[in-house]
């Protein structure tokens, strides 16, 4: 029988809401005891005096590139630099080449990740075919396979009835539906978003309008359907007003945001930075108070990175020709942390919106907890630990980061997935 | 103080606006000699980088590069890393590696001199990218204006057409802003940029209000094609209610003067006659564009090399 006892940490456990200095066992892959002073003689122990012990975290929106772009990232390394930033689950999604379309794609990415990943992937399939917005994919096969959940992220379902009928079916297989709400007819050649700073760089902009008339849509689909609808990466004031007004009626919607969306404005693409180009853009200083302030007061449930790796070839090229989207997963954790030392929200709650909330939206109770039972996904992070991010010495196969060569604080330091330690700050990552 | 590249006139204070011009006085005399070259920039090399064909620019750049007697390399690359195997950073540090002492660079994407300006040794000049900046066109306007009215300080001036997609415009409006004029910039609503006011300029629909009382009307080029339907219902009624004829040029002030970087759409942004004669400048626009490019390529040129990280 494998035992880990972390001794002496500030357990903070959202799904027993706990908060406190507690010692946690483990026992066979699960949590076996949450209590000060255990005892354990034989256990491997785990010195955690200072530091936060918590759940790992869930990452519902990740792209890992495999198969058939893993010059950015494949399963292992998207996997590895996930356990250095204290993730224990990831959601993939389903814009890889092939697409996750098809049962046996399905199945081949968990057979994959289950012989090259030091955490847990879940995989997100596509919601119509070939990500075309015009056919539905046979989402009660792919479920069955392994999916979590469906999306044509990167895409949008511009065609509401093919919206609607997808909300319908995944609410008969209970599965959220994960949109990337961005109308591609409003956005147009948008790269940045629209306003004195496109103005200023003179750079065809993407207005928060075309994020909120899709937010609108959906949630007006949502509500007609009872499906459950999940908004990827909130960017805009006027989303999260939507969505908070939509729950507020009992329209079943969850959300999310991602660090980027937290920290940066508009202003990081002024100086034509291609590691600063996402989509949805990066909004005003008005758009990422709002964007805080609704993970705050919970409208936003959850934080997801959108880690997205590009290679830098792809990266070194004209603004309006790089591919948008930035690395997430070893940033994520000390970026977030702002939020904590600006008093914008308590550690309890924060770590509720890295690792809880993802579980409880993925049905998966037995994960994002420290419950005795749960699954022994558990983090060991220092909030106090200041380091220099440098890319190159991550784990991902891709640098596309704005946070190249900026100081840092907060990091996790152990990883543990199913009771192994898959990574630890000094070795670096262990497993698989 | 003039750094080492020049890609805008956002970068720019107003002293060093003031340098460029005062330089570019004394160059207009050359342009006058019945030998029209003198020896400043011997021995040095200017390579002219067009990713977007401009041959008005090109030439303009080319001609001011001769009569300082430098070696002027003309490299025409119209592709984007897209559709060609080379990217755009690729060829520049080709170019690099041949030691040039300027390259002058035209781009369809803003930024990408910046980009270039990053990876090379030598000063950069932008010739216009995207619609992010054209600095020696606002340049060369602002000497202009300066030989009309003696001043910019004080002077009222109306930007006229499709300001979403001008560098021109973008540029025009540091130039003079830093200089004391007032800016009035006037368009199609469908082609004002949003936000455009936090530039220090008011934005019009109506072009009488715009050019109400003002000193200088600059008409800007359009491409016909965003007048057919796309943000302009069609070119006759682009041309009502903006293009600058004589009739609508009595609400400027008496001594107005009218303006155009070119090449002109005759009958869309200017009416016929008043393209060729006065108030129109616009010759006097290109001419000045000589002197201001050599005055440009003698500042950044013309001294001994300092290591860019020095910049």
Request: charged share 25%.
């Amino acid at each position: 029988m494998s035992r880990i006892l972390i001794r002496g940490g500030r357990v903070l456990d959202p799904a027993t809401n706990r908060d406190g200095l507690f010692d946690v066992l483990i026992e066979d892959g699960k949590i076996a005891a949450v209590e000060a002073g255990l005892e354990v003689p034989g256990a491997e122990t785990i010195d955690a005096h200072g530091r936060w012990v918590t759940p790992g975290f869930v990452d519902l929106h990740t792209h890992l590139r495999e198969p058939g772009q893993e010059y950015k990232e494949d399963i292992a390394s998207g996997g590895r630099s996930a356990a250095a930033g204290g993730f224990t689950t990831v959601c993939c999604m389903a814009n890889t080449h092939p697409v996750n379309d098809d049962p046996a794609m399905t199945d081949y990415i968990l057979d994959r990740a289950r012989q090259d990943s030091p955490v847990r992937v879940l995989p997100i399939a596509a919601a119509t075919k070939n990500l075309e917005g015009k056919v539905m994919t046979e989402m009660a096969a792919l479920q069955k396979a392994g999916a979590v959940g469906f999306s044509d992220d990167g895409k949008t379902i511009m065609d509401g009835g093919v919206m609607r009928r997808v909300l319908e079916y995944a609410r008969m297989i209970d599965a959220p539906v994960s949109v990337h709400a961005e109308d591609c007819t409003l956005v147009g050649h948008g790269v940045v978003n629209e306003g004195p700073v496109s103005t200023r760089l003179g750079l065809p902009g993407n207005p928060c309008a075309a994020e909120t008339v899709l937010v609108a849509r959906d949630l007006l689909l949502a509500e007609l359907t009872g499906a459950h609808l999940h908004v990827g990466h909130v960017s805009s004031a006027g989303a999260v007003a939507l969505i908070r007004q939509a729950r507020e009626r009992g329209v079943h919607v969850t959300a999310e945001v991602t660090p980027h969306h937290l920290a940066l404005t508009d202003e990081a693409t002024l100086g034509f930075d291609t590691n600063a180009k996402m989509a949805p853009p990066l909004r005003s200083a008005a758009d990422v108070r709002a964007c805080r302030e609704g993970l705050a007061d919970g409208t936003i449930d959850c934080i997801a990175t959108d880690h997205a790796p590009h290679a830098p070839h792809e990266k070194d090229v004209e603004f309006t020709a790089a591919p948008p989207g930035v690395l997430g997963f070893e940033t994520a954790y000390p970026v977030v942390m702002d939020m904590v030392r600006n008093g914008e929200i308590t550690p309890l709650e924060l770590i509720r919106r890295l690792a809880t909330n993802g579980a409880r939206i993925l049905k998966r109770p037995e994960l994002g907890s420290l419950a005795v039972g749960a699954e022994a996904d558990v983090v060991v992070l220092d909030p106090e630990r200041e380091w220099t991010y440098d890319p190159a010495k991550g784990f991902s196969k891709s640098r596309n980061s704005p946070w190249t060569g900026q100081r840092m604080t907060g990091r996790a330091l152990v990883t543990i997935v199913g009771g192994r330690v898959v990574y630890d700050v000094e070795r670096g990552v262990i497993a698989p | 103080m003039i750094g080492r590249d020049l890609l805008g006139i956002e970068d720019l204070d107003r002293h060093d606006i003031e340098r460029i011009l005062e330089t570019a006085v004394h160059m207009q005399e050359v342009g006058l000699r019945e030998v029209k070259r003198v020896p400043t920039l011997r021995g040095r090399t200017i390579i002219n980088l067009f990713f977007e064909s401009s041959t008005r620019t090109r030439t303009s750049f080319e001609i001011a590069g001769k009569r300082l007697s430098a070696d002027v390399i003309n490299f025409s690359a119209e592709s984007s890393s897209l559709s060609k195997s080379e990217s755009i950073l690729d060829t520049a540090r080709t170019l690099d590696a041949m030691a040039p002492d300027a390259v002058v660079v035209r781009h369809k994407v803003s930024g990408v001199p910046k980009r270039i300006a990053d990876v090379l040794e030598c000063p950069v000049i932008n010739a216009g990218d995207g619609a992010h900046e054209h600095p020696t066109q606002a340049l060369l306007d602002l000497l202009t204006v300066l030989e009309e009215k003696k001043r910019i300080d004080g002077l009222t001036v109306a930007i006229v057409g499709d300001i979403l997609h001008s560098r021109v415009a973008r540029s025009n409006i540091y130039g003079f802003t830093k200089l004391g004029a007032e800016v009035r910039v006037c368009g199609p609503p469908t082609l004002l940029p949003p936000g455009v006011e936090t530039l220090g300029v008011k934005a019009y629909t109506s072009l009488r209000e715009a050019i109400d009382g003002v000193d200088v009307v600059m008409a800007l080029r359009i491409q016909t094609e965003r007048l057919s339907g796309a943000y302009v219902p069609s070119v006759r009624e682009y041309s009502a209610s903006w293009g600058i004829d004589r009739a609508k040029l009595r609400f400027a002030k008496e001594d107005a003067i009218v303006m155009h970087p070119g090449p002109i759409n005759r009958g869309v942004e200017i009416s016929h006659d008043l393209a060729d004669r006065r108030p129109s400048v616009i010759l006097d626009q290109v001419r000045n564009g000589v002197a201001l490019r050599m005055a440009v390529l003698y500042l950044l040129t013309g001294r001994p090399h300092h290591p860019k990280e020095a910049a």
